[in-house]
């Protein structure tokens, strides 16, 4: 399109099932771009279904034709985010691919914490917002309230407020419409050298990594020679296109556009989500702001059960790596588990997302070590070091000083789960920051509360957020921001099981806390570690010092009582199922430890 | 066409009497023009309660199908009775279910039919499970008359409490009535099953149990501890926190004591589980510890029979009707395809020394390395080189005079070794195998 006064560039914020997929599947048919079944024929007749599953279930950015009120034709491109707190920064940069943005509030629910930390983000790139009032024909649905709450919030006139139905497509039309008169239009130079923003890549086999771009400035065609500024990678495109949502070729993009490149690189890392092409021959000079990659925040060692699967854990890693460049990895010996990798994840669910990939998708048996953080670490001899994992931290006379990440953590809360919530911070170092009503319901309980604070990122890796729920009744809803590193005063709690160090068991622990903790670990070993042939002591130490202790004691009796009417083979069954068990047992010198063994720090906050 | 896999080759659905090898490595007694000695089992699976811990191949609620079982029996026998008249049986073993449920009219009938089909030694064993809830004294005497010369009661407990919690119906009187009957009637080889190790069973009140039981001075004793079996009543109550587990430790001391107790009281210990007076052990029993050929007819029964463990269908109207039909086959045919295996499998050399192991080590005589030797060509130590040093380090195994057995610790740990000496994988499913040896009519 020549006139970018006809384009809008727009997301949707919305809290997990407020309803978001819903109500762009109505936009796209609203729109007449194509229906869902004509889609997936078209798609079927045009490729083959590996193609379809690397790139269109993963489309990112839908372009619609919309005839506006005003008789003329405008391109929207509605560009989605993903979906959880782990990923804000990829969220930061498809929200920065837009001019605007849709907030999906849910009538039946009012706004949670997670959107809340949307809008303000949304809201610092200067994007226009369009608040709806989602699911309005539900029983018990409050539009009302909800508008009121999304008025005094965020701070919108009532008559900005839309209310729709993504269920039986009540209000499209005018959030359409909405779109169109009030998110501005793309303000790009086209004259410019070429600028298009990175803010999404996927893997595909057939063409490589496919990355989604906004042009800023510029335009690109199918034959230009390309430059990724940041990682200084260079390729010519193999391919330019939009998204339908089924995949169109087209010749060139220009400034306003939102598409994708398949770029033929063999992995993400390359083509990194922020990152600015251009022209590798008179390109542009300066990328676009805001590049800031993805960092591991949480990292943990993941081993192979059996040591033979070793190579197919690293091709496994390798695989997951095209596709995700905030994952992390390189090899790490273990005393006790033997050769793994240390894993960098964004946060708690990108790990869990990336274990249970690992063993669902490549069929891999894995022992995970307890998450930890990256601490800073002042040496006496003045250099600063980082450390991901207990292993690294230095021997304490060396330490002059360690730090480590806070984040700010906000919770959205019924006002009568204002105390559990507070109990739970203390609990767990917390600091008090703010806190505010987002409305006032009849019964003061009933209020929900805005409540920000202040913690230390490694005390809520673990169960925090299991723990927020259960203390809330299901009601508390959050969202965590890095913050920066302070100091700390953390210790190393080693665990010797059987009179030997197990270097994957040891965990960084608050050094005031630390023989608490000790014992609430040593005790939940004992419970998780089965009896064997002999006494199987299990102590903690700081620094040498033993400072708990139990043990497992010995096996006594383990004998099946009666062989049934001479059935050989059904008693035979019962030993190779305990046989199995036994298989899947790590070996720590004579004792033998399940799996679970190696999380039993998630235990201590029990 | 099922198979039942469990190690070794599988074996097919498709048995047929006549393409039975007509040796069995197995038997003892072969050579010399004497016959090779094999045991019977016969399986009643009728019961009128299913008690909440058991788990074997019994039924409440399916006495309609009684008239046609007994027949079914009848026919099963005569089934294998070509392939089975080249052994002299020693043993017969009625186990159920509860066989004492049948009528002593069948009783007469299968027994007619065991004279008639096989070869029955004069001396014959012959057991018969009995549960003391419904067992009268005429009853008693029939089962005497028609050759039951041994008798198994299931007496579990003798506090009500405990019965209540097995889900037994009968009292501690009536166990004393019925043992008391059973020595009128002529029983003079009589075994009563126990079990300890209850849950919320403290020692003295199985001390208690088996101080009474001794009072009836039994020749015969199986103390089995309790194991909560999944698919049972019991295990779903533990299962979701209704019970508590037992406690293996109260359940190890026990045992001890009750090892303790029976040798004061005059009883060698012959097996993990059980006692006798001298001279009384179970020989049919011992012929599974020795791993030796036995017979199994009835509904889910299991044969160890030329080579092969067989196991016949579970559900007792589809056994009836199996044997029905290959019984018709047989009358029209001459020959029969035995529909009634529902699988089984021919162990290869690595499991059946694992089975001999499992199997002899369960025995307080422990296995012969002599005798093991020579049926596989190897010694124990040959076989199971690492577990058998690893065991012994623990202190669960012990050699004396050319044997190895079980340690007293580890009578209780058995398993602890057993699971070492299985194969580490079954071998691969390969072709079925064709026995392609003659008839055993031939």
Same mark, same amino acid.
């Given at each position: 399109?020549?006139?970018?006064?006809?384009?809008?560039?727009?997301?949707?914020?919305?809290?997990?099932?407020?309803?978001?997929?819903?109500?762009?599947?109505?936009?796209?048919?609203?729109?007449?771009?194509?229906?869902?079944?004509?889609?997936?024929?078209?798609?079927?007749?045009?490729?083959?279904?590996?193609?379809?599953?690397?790139?269109?279930?993963?489309?990112?950015?839908?372009?619609?034709?919309?005839?506006?009120?005003?008789?003329?034709?405008?391109?929207?491109?509605?560009?989605?985010?993903?979906?959880?707190?782990?990923?804000?920064?990829?969220?930061?940069?498809?929200?920065?691919?837009?001019?605007?943005?849709?907030?999906?509030?849910?009538?039946?629910?009012?706004?949670?914490?997670?959107?809340?930390?949307?809008?303000?983000?949304?809201?610092?790139?200067?994007?226009?917002?369009?608040?709806?009032?989602?699911?309005?024909?539900?029983?018990?649905?409050?539009?009302?309230?909800?508008?009121?709450?999304?008025?005094?919030?965020?701070?919108?006139?009532?008559?900005?407020?839309?209310?729709?139905?993504?269920?039986?497509?009540?209000?499209? +039309?005018?959030?359409?419409?909405?779109?169109?008169?009030?998110?501005?239009?793309?303000?790009?130079?086209?004259?410019?050298?070429?600028?298009?923003?990175?803010?999404?890549?996927?893997?595909?086999?057939?063409?490589?990594?496919?990355?989604?771009?906004?042009?800023?400035?510029?335009?690109?065609?199918?034959?230009?020679?390309?430059?990724?500024?940041?990682?200084?990678?260079?390729?010519?495109?193999?391919?330019?296109?939009?998204?339908?949502?089924?995949?169109?070729?087209?010749?060139?993009?220009?400034?306003?556009?939102?598409?994708?490149?398949?770029?033929?690189?063999?992995?993400?890392?390359?083509?990194?989500?922020?990152?600015?092409?251009?022209?590798?021959?008179?390109?542009?000079?300066?990328?676009?702001?805001?590049?800031?990659?993805?960092?591991?925040?949480?990292?943990?060692?993941?081993?192979?059960?059996?040591?033979?699967?070793?190579?197919?854990?690293?091709?496994?890693?390798?695989?997951?790596?095209?596709?995700?460049?905030?994952? +992390?990895?390189?090899?790490?010996?273990?005393?006790?588990?033997?050769?793994?990798?240390?894993?960098?994840?964004?946060?708690?669910?990108?790990?869990?997302?990336?274990?249970?990939?690992?063993?669902?998708?490549?069929?891999?048996?894995?022992?995970?070590?307890?998450?930890?953080?990256?601490?800073?670490?002042?040496?006496?001899?003045?250099?600063?070091?980082?450390?991901?994992?207990?292993?690294?931290?230095?021997?304490?006379?060396?330490?002059?000083?360690?730090?480590?990440?806070?984040?700010?953590?906000?919770?959205?809360?019924?006002?009568?789960?204002?105390?559990?919530?507070?109990?739970?911070?203390?609990?767990?170092?917390?600091?008090?920051?703010?806190?505010?009503?987002?409305?006032?319901?009849?019964?003061?309980?009933?209020?929900?509360?805005?409540?920000?604070?202040?913690?230390?990122?490694?005390?809520?890796?673990?169960?925090?957020?299991?723990?927020?729920?259960?203390?809330?009744?299901?009601?508390?809803?959050?969202?965590?921001?890095?913050?920066?590193?302070?100091?700390?005063?953390?210790?190393?709690?080693?665990?010797?099981?059987?009179?030997?160090?197990?270097?994957?068991?040891?965990?960084?622990?608050?050094?005031?806390?630390?023989?608490?903790?000790?014992?609430?670990?040593?005790?939940?070993?004992?419970?998780?570690?089965?009896?064997?042939?002999?006494?199987?002591?299990?102590?903690?130490?700081?620094?040498?010092?033993?400072?708990?202790?139990?043990?497992?004691?010995?096996?006594?009796?383990?004998?099946?009582?009666?062989?049934?009417?001479?059935?050989?083979?059904?008693?035979?069954?019962?030993?190779?199922?305990?046989?199995?068990?036994?298989?899947?047992?790590?070996?720590?010198?004579?004792?033998?430890?399940? +799996?679970?063994?190696?999380?039993?720090?998630?235990?201590?906050?029990? | 066409?099922?198979?039942?896999?469990?190690?070794?080759?599988?074996?097919?659905?498709?048995?047929?009497?006549?393409?039975?090898?007509?040796?069995?490595?197995?038997?003892?007694?072969?050579?010399?023009?004497?016959?090779?000695?094999?045991?019977?089992?016969?399986?009643?699976?009728?019961?009128?309660?299913?008690?909440?811990?058991?788990?074997?191949?019994?039924?409440?609620?399916?006495?309609?199908?009684?008239?046609?079982?007994?027949?079914?029996?009848?026919?099963?026998?005569?089934?294998?009775?070509?392939?089975?008249?080249?052994?002299?049986?020693?043993?017969?073993?009625?186990?159920?279910?509860?066989?004492?449920?049948?009528?002593?009219?069948?009783?007469?009938?299968?027994?007619?039919?065991?004279?008639?089909?096989?070869?029955?030694?004069?001396?014959?064993?012959?057991?018969?499970?009995?549960?003391?809830?419904?067992?009268?004294?005429?009853?008693?005497?029939?089962?005497?008359?028609?050759?039951?010369?041994?008798?198994?009661?299931?007496?579990?407990?003798?506090?009500?409490?405990?019965?209540?919690?097995?889900?037994?119906?009968?009292?501690?009187?009536?166990?004393?009535?019925?043992?008391?009957?059973?020595?009128?009637?002529?029983?003079?080889?009589?075994?009563?099953?126990?079990?300890?190790?209850?849950?919320?069973?403290?020692?003295?009140?199985?001390?208690?149990?088996?101080?009474?039981?001794?009072?009836?001075?039994?020749?015969?004793?199986?103390?089995?501890?309790?194991?909560?079996?999944?698919?049972?009543?019991?295990?779903?109550?533990?299962?979701?926190?209704?019970?508590?587990?037992?406690?293996?430790?109260?359940?190890?001391?026990?045992?001890?004591?009750?090892?303790?107790?029976?040798?004061?009281?005059?009883?060698?210990?012959?097996?993990?589980?059980?006692?006798?007076?001298?001279?009384?052990?179970?020989?049919?029993?011992?012929?599974?510890?020795?791993?030796?050929?036995?017979?199994?007819?009835?509904?889910?029964?299991?044969?160890?029979?030329?080579?092969?463990?067989?196991?016949?269908?579970?559900?007792?109207?589809?056994?009836?009707?199996?044997?029905?039909?290959?019984?018709?086959?047989?009358?029209?045919?001459?020959?029969?395809?035995?529909?009634?295996?529902?699988?089984?499998?021919?162990?290869?050399?690595?499991?059946?020394?694992?089975?001999?192991?499992?199997?002899?080590?369960?025995?307080?005589?422990?296995?012969?390395?002599?005798?093991?030797?020579?049926?596989?060509?190897?010694?124990?130590?040959?076989?199971?080189?690492?577990?058998?040093?690893?065991?012994?380090?623990?202190?669960?195994?012990?050699?004396?005079?050319?044997?190895?057995?079980?340690?007293?610790?580890?009578?209780?740990?058995?398993?602890?070794?057993?699971?070492?000496?299985?194969?580490?994988?079954?071998?691969?499913?390969?072709?079925?195998?064709?026995?392609?040896?003659?008839?055993?009519?031939?």
């Amino acid at each position: 399109m020549d006139d970018q006064s006809h384009i809008r560039n727009f997301s949707i914020i919305a809290h997990i099932d407020h309803g978001k997929s819903t109500l762009a599947d109505r936009m796209i048919e609203a729109t007449g771009a194509v229906e869902a079944r004509e889609m997936r024929e078209q798609l079927l007749d045009s490729m083959d279904l590996e193609r379809e599953k690397g790139i269109t279930i993963k489309a990112q950015a839908v372009r619609m034709d919309f005839t506006a009120a005003d008789g003329q034709q405008y391109q929207l491109n509605l560009i989605d985010t993903p979906g959880h707190v782990d990923f804000g920064y990829e969220v930061s940069r498809a929200l920065a691919a837009c001019e605007g943005a849709i907030l999906v509030v849910d009538a039946t629910q009012g706004i949670q914490a997670q959107t809340l930390a949307n809008v303000y983000l949304a809201l610092d790139l200067d994007l226009l917002l369009i608040p709806v009032v989602n699911k309005v024909d539900l029983p018990s649905a409050e539009p009302e309230r909800v508008s009121k709450e999304i008025q005094d919030v965020i701070g919108f006139n009532e008559d900005e407020v839309l209310y729709a139905s993504g269920k039986s497509g009540i209000g499209i +039309q005018e959030i359409l419409q909405a779109v169109v008169d009030r998110v501005p239009p793309p303000r790009g130079d086209r004259e410019a050298p070429l600028r298009a923003m990175v803010f999404d890549s996927k893997f595909d086999v057939f063409k490589g990594v496919m990355a989604y771009v906004r042009v800023f400035d510029g335009e690109v065609t199918h034959n230009s020679r390309l430059r990724l500024m940041q990682s200084a990678t260079r390729f010519e495109p193999v391919e330019l296109g939009f998204f339908t949502p089924a995949l169109r070729k087209t010749d060139r993009l220009t400034a306003g556009e939102v598409g994708y490149i398949a770029t033929g690189l063999k992995g993400v890392s390359e083509s990194r989500v922020g990152d600015t092409i251009t022209l590798d021959q008179g390109g542009a000079t300066e990328p676009l702001g805001g590049y800031n990659p993805a960092k591991a925040m949480v990292f943990a060692g993941i081993y192979p059960t059996d040591p033979d699967d070793y190579t197919d854990l690293r091709e496994a890693l390798e695989k997951l790596t095209l596709n995700d460049a905030a994952l +992390q990895w390189e090899p790490e010996t273990s005393a006790a588990l033997g050769f793994g990798f240390r894993c960098g994840f964004l946060g708690l669910l990108h790990m869990e997302i990336i274990q249970e990939r690992l063993e669902r998708e490549f069929d891999l048996d894995l022992i995970a070590t307890a998450p930890s953080v990256e601490y800073e670490v002042v040496r006496t001899s003045g250099e600063t070091i980082t450390i991901d994992s207990p292993a690294e931290l230095p021997p304490s006379n060396e330490v002059e000083e360690i730090r480590e990440p806070w984040v700010h953590v906000s919770i959205t809360v019924p006002a009568r789960y204002i105390g559990a919530v507070m109990g739970l911070v203390d609990e767990r170092r917390g600091e008090f920051e703010k806190m505010e009503y987002l409305d006032h319901a009849e019964e003061e309980g009933d209020s929900r509360v805005l409540a920000a604070y202040r913690l230390p990122l490694s005390e809520i890796l673990v169960e925090f957020y299991d723990h927020l729920k259960s203390r809330t009744s299901g009601f508390a809803a959050m969202d965590y921001q890095m913050e920066g590193y302070r100091p700390a005063r953390v210790s190393r709690l080693d665990i010797l099981v059987n009179g030997e160090p197990v270097d994957a068991l040891s965990a960084i622990v608050p050094t005031a806390d630390a023989p608490a903790q000790g014992r609430k670990l040593v005790s939940a070993l004992k419970e998780l570690i089965p009896r064997q042939m002999f006494d199987v002591p299990i102590q903690a130490a700081i620094g040498g010092k033993i400072v708990a202790r139990e043990t497992v004691k010995a096996m006594r009796k383990n004998v099946l009582a009666k062989c049934y009417g001479g059935d050989v083979s059904r008693k035979r069954k019962l030993l190779e199922k305990q046989k199995a068990g036994k298989k899947r047992m790590k070996m720590l010198g004579a004792v033998e430890v399940p +799996q679970e063994a190696f999380m039993a720090v998630l235990k201590v906050h029990d | 066409m099922t198979a039942v896999r469990t190690g070794g080759a599988v074996y097919p659905r498709r048995v047929t009497t006549d393409t039975l090898p007509s040796t069995d490595p197995a038997a003892p007694g072969s050579g010399d023009g004497e016959k090779p000695s094999l045991a019977l089992y016969l399986h009643i699976p009728f019961c009128t309660s299913k008690c909440g811990y058991c788990d074997f191949n019994s039924y409440e609620g399916l006495e309609h199908l009684e008239p046609d079982y007994t027949p079914a029996l009848v026919r099963e026998m005569a089934l294998w009775a070509p392939a089975a008249r080249r052994f002299r049986v020693d043993t017969i073993f009625f186990g159920g279910g509860t066989p004492s449920l049948t009528s002593i009219d069948d009783m007469r009938t299968l027994a007619e039919a065991l004279r008639d089909q096989f070869d029955i030694a004069p001396d014959v064993e012959w057991s018969l499970e009995a549960n003391p809830t419904e067992l009268s004294r005429e009853h008693l005497e029939g089962l005497r008359s028609i050759g039951v010369n041994r008798l198994s009661m299931g007496v579990q407990s003798m506090h009500p409490d405990e019965l209540e919690l097995l889900e037994r119906q009968h009292s501690p009187e009536r166990v004393a009535q019925a043992v008391g009957d059973a020595r009128a009637a002529g029983f003079e080889n009589m075994n009563l099953d126990l079990i300890f190790g209850l849950i919320g069973q403290p020692l003295e009140r199985w001390q208690e149990t088996l101080e009474r039981v001794l009072e009836f001075n039994p020749e015969h004793l199986s103390c089995y501890a309790l194991t909560v079996e999944p698919g049972t009543a019991l295990y779903y109550r533990v299962s979701k926190g209704i019970l508590p587990e037992p406690d293996p430790d109260v359940a190890a001391d026990q045992y001890e004591w009750t090892r303790a107790r029976m040798a004061q009281a005059g009883y060698e210990q012959y097996e993990i589980s059980n006692w006798a007076k001298p001279g009384r052990t179970c020989r049919h029993n011992l012929v599974y510890w020795h791993a030796q050929p036995y017979l199994g007819m009835g509904a889910g029964a299991h044969s160890f029979f030329v080579g092969r463990r067989l196991a016949n269908v579970d559900a007792p109207n589809r056994y009836v009707e199996a044997v029905n039909e290959s019984f018709e086959e047989r009358m029209a045919t001459g020959r029969a395809e035995l529909r009634q295996v529902a699988g089984g499998e021919i162990p290869d050399d690595a499991t059946l020394r694992a089975d001999a192991m499992i199997l002899g080590l369960r025995l307080l005589e422990g296995v012969s390395t002599a005798e093991f030797a020579a049926r596989f060509g190897m010694t124990p130590e040959q076989a199971f080189p690492e577990a058998i040093v690893r065991h012994e380090g623990f202190g669960l195994i012990e050699r004396a005079e050319g044997r190895l057995r079980l340690t007293e610790r580890g009578l209780l740990l058995a398993n602890e070794i057993f699971i070492d000496l299985l194969p580490d994988e079954p071998a691969p499913p390969g072709d079925f195998p064709t026995p392609t040896t003659p008839s055993a009519e031939a």
